[in-house]
């Protein structure tokens, strides 16, 4: 170009820049740290694979836990003890890492992870097991938060759909690899080992991420939100308690779900007071002001209580319905896994080359509609093919979602606020799973209790008076005539929960259209947006 084109004066430095070759000097140190941020993303879905696998493993293995240690009474606290810290840390993980630093905070989360788990291991009672697996899942409330936000530091959001398949394919491994893995350990190795596996995997990434990892280091000057910090895990823990109590513990009319009722509003009002008057919030208010980030928030909750409440049914359907063993159920999943995988990877690539995204929250939401309907169809004379073509639906309406809504919280917020903008996407989610399974599981239950009635009399209630679900050697002892009764319960219980997730899915797919193509940060094969600041087209952190 001449210099007459480009203004009549001499070509700038940064047009300079831009049109020289590289040197070679420079190609090595490109390709170098090309390399280091794949080790550290290699390491990163180690971490998530952690925190995604663990529940699905320790869920093969409780009848063998509980055969050994006893405290049977106590057997669901192993669950939510984990879920309930999972929870409550996970937004103020997501704060420390922005006021202190990401690399330090997601360290000390894994260390955390790991000690719970080689604990864990080594309990030598219920009691024991119960407090380790909160230590546990105190670290795991890290996990998910880091991976995300170091992902949205290193990588811009222009270019992280790329990545989306690989994140996609991370979940497919857990949750079909899970109960396989879980199975396969507590027969060979023992159920301690479902626990020490995690060290090995950890230790990989925590000496990954240590190396090769650098990011800038922060250290804040205000205080730490400790107020707010106290009733936000207050109002979550009286959330999740709801949602594990309800309908199984305690009756939802009952005092004590009632009052962690009242208990959880108060807290989350009290929050919401202490949040607008500190000078360092633990969950900034401000990131809600951004239309784009409240209305992913809220589809995100959506997709948790559909997708969770779906996910935890349909094993249930195909073992007691189609007659599927427990690994069979497991790996009849695929069908929705790998829709889900395929079409993460299709909404990756595009987002990455044109920089648009909009699409894909409205499409996946229609897809989930479509998919919970046709699962809602399901009855006694359903195929496992019909089936499968069905979860393929869901699990398209999934892939266009679950990377995407992240894609789209982490671009709603200031780098600064990376961490809250994740920890809060995955929060909501989480919640949304917790509600979806709570609420869900109450619709299957009363179902095929009043089928039962409705076809064999007051005798088919005292068949499921110990809860709706009979595992497949227990089923087999029935006479022919209750078998068959709870074979249609169940699968009436699935029509219910099905029908009532497509409903609640629909709300979804509207609060999608509602979603504004916001350009990206960052530059991708296109050309950079003019109205895009300079500071937001450069990653904040290097792998190198």
Known sequence: MSQKQSGGGAPSASSQASTEAPQPGEEVASGRKQRSTGVVIFALMIAMLLAMLDNMIVGTAMPTIVGDLGGL???????????????ASTPIWGKLGDMYGRKGMFLTSIVVFLVG??????????GQLIGFRALQGLGAGGLMVGVMAIIGDLVPPRERGRYQGMMAGVMAVAMIGGPLVGGTLTDHL????????????????LAAITVVLHLPKKRAQARIDYVGAALLTIGITALVLITTWGGNEYAWGSVQIIGLGLLGVASLIAFVGVERRVAE???????????????????????????????????????TVQG??????????????????????IAGRVTTQTGKYRIFPILGGGLMVAGMFLLALMDTETTRLTSGIYMAVLGAGMGFLMQT??????????????GVGSSSATLFRTLGGSFGVAI???????????????????????????????????????????????????????????????VIAVAGFLAAWFIKEVPLRGAGPQAKSEDQAPADQTPMAEAV
Do not use: C
């Not at 479902?194 to 230790?203: A, D, E, K, M």
């Not at 809504?405 to 600064?416: D, P, R």
């Open 117 to 126: 788990s080689a604990l864990s291991g080594a309990a030598q009672d219920m």
């Open 440 to 502: 869900l599981g109450a619709l299957f239950t009363n179902q095929v209790r009043d089928t039962m009635i409705a076809r064999v009399g007051e005798k088919g209630a005292a068949v499921t008076s110990g809860g709706a679900n009979l595992d497949p050697a227990k089923l087999k002892q029935l006479r022919p005539e209750i078998r068959d009764a709870y074979t249609h319960a169940v699968a009436n219980g699935a029509h219910q929960v099905f029908l009532w997730g497509a």
């Open 190 to 205: 023992g159920w301690r080992w479902i626990f020490y596996i995690n060290v090995p995997l950890g230790v990989i990434a």
């Open 405 to 418: 809504s992240m894609l789209i919280a982490q671009n709603s917020v200031e780098m600064k606020d990376m």
């Open 324 to 345: 599927a063993t427990a690994t069979n159920s497991g790996l009849l999943l695929l069908p929705m896994l790998l829709g889900m995988l395929f079409v993460s990877l």
């Open 73 to 87: 009474e106590h057997l669901s606290w192993v669950v939510t003890a984990y879920t309930l810290a999972t929870a």
């Open 281 to 319: 919030p633990v969950l900034p208010l401000h990131i809600f002001r951004n239309g784009n980030f409240s209305l992913i928030t809220v589809i995100g909750f959506l997709t948790g209580f559909v997708m969770f409440g779906s996910m935890t049914f349909l094993p249930l359907y195909q073992q």
